[in-house]
């Protein structure tokens, strides 16, 4: 019996329009300034350093941290440090009410609906964790945040992996096939699958390609796994 439910989020509970024409975007215009406002902040700092590590340059300013960013952004780079900034970034623009992010219709609904069956859920994104949260906090459907008792991100690995989701199984604490992962993605669906999971693809726009996982068209029209 499923006990836990892991989500993606773009395409899966959300579109991928609203990360990729309002998220993006703004944090790419809003970078130049936050490094330079924030270079000395310690938060920034250990995230510059790890870019350090991963390239070997020296990023050595603001500027030229923001030249190797912008330049990770063109090419959806999902580098941690990257996703780390992006998220500090949003979170201005959420507290400031610039947006809101957007779910499908009836997740939030569902959502609730799961908790209340004493299912226990998670987000699995390549967006940080602070993303995550804040995403959630600050959604359409007002502060989903209590629903969700934990988050994932590249740190427990690349979605595509199958290692990534037995970190992620040992860390929620029950054996993978009491944990049902959700996704628009049939390469992450594949891992989890792998790693012992149950699986089911969301398929928002009726375009995916045959596959052996579960599909559905939205939440309202999921079967938990006996």
């Not at 991963?54 to 603001?62: C, E, I, K, M, V």
């Not at 219709?105 to 569902?110: D, I, K, S, Y």
């Not at 949260?133 to 007002?142: D, M, N, V």
């Not at 049902?180 to 390469?187: E, G, P, T």
Request: aromatic letters at 10%; hydrophobic letters at 40%; glycine letters at 6%.
């Amino acid at each position: 019996m499923v006990k836990a439910i892991v989500t993606d989020v773009e395409g899966t509970t959300s579109s991928i329009s609203f990360v990729k024409d309002v998220l993006f975007p703004y944090a790419a215009h809003a970078l130049p300034g936050f490094l330079t406002q924030h270079w000395e902040a310690p938060e920034v700092k250990a995230q510059i350093a790890a870019l350090r590590e991963q390239t070997g340059d020296t990023l050595d300013s603001a500027e030229a941290a923001n030249t190797l960013l912008q330049q990770w952004i063109a090419e959806d780079r999902k580098a941690t440090p990257l996703k780390a900034l992006q998220g500090m970034i949003w979170r201005e623009g959420y507290l400031r009410g610039d947006y809101q992010a957007h779910l499908y219709p009836e997740v939030a609904a569902r959502l609730r609906d799961w908790q209340r069956q004493g299912l226990r859920l998670y987000v699995y994104s390549s967006g940080s964790i602070e993303a995550q949260k804040l995403f959630f906090a600050y959604s359409e459907a007002g502060d989903l945040s209590p629903l969700l008792e934990g988050y994932f991100d590249t740190t427990s690995g690349h979605k595509q992996e199958s290692d990534s989701y037995r970190r992620i199984t040992a860390a929620i604490g029950l054996p993978p096939a009491q944990i049902l992962f959700l996704s628009d993605v049939i390469a992450e669906l594949d891992a989890a699958r792998d790693a012992g999971l149950h699986t089911v693809l969301l398929d928002r726009d009726g375009h995916a390609p045959a596959t052996s996982h579960p599909c559905v068209s939205n939440f309202d029209q999921i079967a938990l796994p006996a």
